[in-house]
């Protein structure tokens, strides 16, 4: 008897998410071990599917099924291996899975060749710049991205060099319009599926993002001794800053801005903190309201620093403009939604996905999958085993109808 190939996909995600550089949780991030076991897991699964397999030098795989069609582009899918700190095992390792169950579903092999890619670096942990593993497939990186450090000083270009996997490597690498296109299953990382009651849904189109480095220089100096109105507190500085883009982006919906990092100097409770450093993530759907924004925002930051007697730099890190789904793949998947599901329901994305980077190749499309209260990058997230197989079913559909 042929196994299930659902069930083998339940079972496949349970054995990524044991796959973890920390006993303790869910830690994958570019480069380092556990992400490269997952990656020789997938490969092998890829394998035993019948797929030829390679890797590159950065850790991302893939799995090439041939199609009928010897004149036919390949059509890719694909999610990322990597996962935030204390992740859960849906983001990224899903979307992979899931494909993977659903070539192994098709009831005959496809006309179109199916890429399937595992990409080495998605959200960004380690160098505070997201898509690594699926920007590289585009395009060799860019030297300002490639000098780009770590925590620990080291670069891009250095942790490849150094710890990249290298043996028996190649390059993984798409011209523009080489391909017919990128389809993504992924959770959706919000409510709005669970509040309809409804299990899955294509996406119209992804957010634009921009992140930056934010600091903010003043003077260290005695808790005690100095005078309020002489103090040029740092930290003091940074939360008016934080609550300034909080109160513009509660303005402006579907804007939204999040300080997810923060760091001061020297760090004392008896000490005025000379220096604060924080992070800024900013994402709206329309470009030009998007760049509005960060302008505005870096002009109110700028202010702020002046008034506070404070020294003031603005780093952007990244800048990913707004990536609209291919009005024809997403058809086709609306076609599959409906046939398996009854809905035809569409939404932007406000989170980024490997889609954006490979927007830059040709067109993409993408499929949401409901998780339980909306909840992601943590322990807790769950899509159940049931909208699962109905992912898996509607992809396989799409395939089986390209």
Not at 84 to 98: P, R
Not at 282 to 311: S, V
Request: net charge negative.
């Amino acid at each position: 008897m042929m196994p299930d190939p659902i069930q083998t996909a339940l079972e496949r995600l349970e054995i990524l998410g044991r796959i973890s550089d920390d006993p303790s949780r869910l830690v994958r991030t570019f480069l380092s071990p556990a992400n490269r076991v997952a990656a020789e897991t997938v490969g092998a699964w890829m394998e035993a599917a019948g797929m030829e397999t390679s890797h590159a030098a950065d850790g991302t795989i893939r799995g090439i099924l041939p199609g009928t069609d010897p004149t036919a582009k390949p059509l890719l899918l694909g999610s990322h291996l990597d996962t935030v700190i204390d992740a859960g095992k849906y983001d990224g390792a899903l979307g992979i899975i899931a494909a993977l169950a659903a070539i192994e579903s098709l009831p005959e092999p496809p006309a179109h060749p199916i890429h399937l890619l595992g990409f080495s670096d998605e959200e960004g942990v380690r160098f505070h710049t997201t898509y690594l593993g699926s920007r590289s497939v585009t395009g060799p990186l860019d030297a300002e991205t490639l000098a780009t450090p770590d925590a620990s000083g080291r670069s891009i270009a250095e942790a490849i060099e150094k710890e990249g996997w290298h043996e028996g490597a190649t390059t993984i690498h798409y011209e523009p319009r080489s391909t017919c296109g990128y389809v993504e299953l992924h959770i959706e990382q919000g409510r709005v599926l669970e509040e309809a009651g409804e299990p899955a849904c294509v996406v119209s189109a992804i957010s634009g993002q921009a992140r930056v480095t934010v600091s903010l220089d003043g003077l260290a100096d005695h808790a005690g001794t100095t005078p309020m109105p002489l103090r040029r507190d740092a930290l003091g500085g940074a939360a008016a800053c934080i609550l300034e883009a909080e109160a513009i982006a509660c303005a402006d919906p579907p804007l939204v801005i999040t300080v997810g990092s923060i760091s001061i100097h020297p760090g004392a409770s008896n000490c005025i903190p000379g220096s604060a450093r924080f992070t800024i993530d900013l994402r709206h759907p329309g470009d030009e309201r998007r760049l509005h924004h960060l302008t505005a925002l870096e002009e109110k930051f700028a202010a702020i620093a002046t008034e506070r007697g404070l020294g003031f730099h603005w780093k952007l890190v990244q800048d990913d403009p707004s990536a609209p789904c291919d009005p024809a793949l997403t058809d086709a998947l609306l076609e599959a939604l409906e046939s398996v599901s009854g809905s035809r329901r569409s939404m932007p994305s406000g989170a980024g996905h490997d889609a954006v980077a490979l927007s830059k190749l040709g067109p993409i499309a993408m499929l949401f999958l409901r998780c339980r209260e909306g909840l992601s990058h943590h322990p807790d997230e769950f899509a159940s085993p049931e909208d699962i197989a109905t992912g898996i079913h509607i992809l396989t559909r799409f395939l089986a109808r390209l």
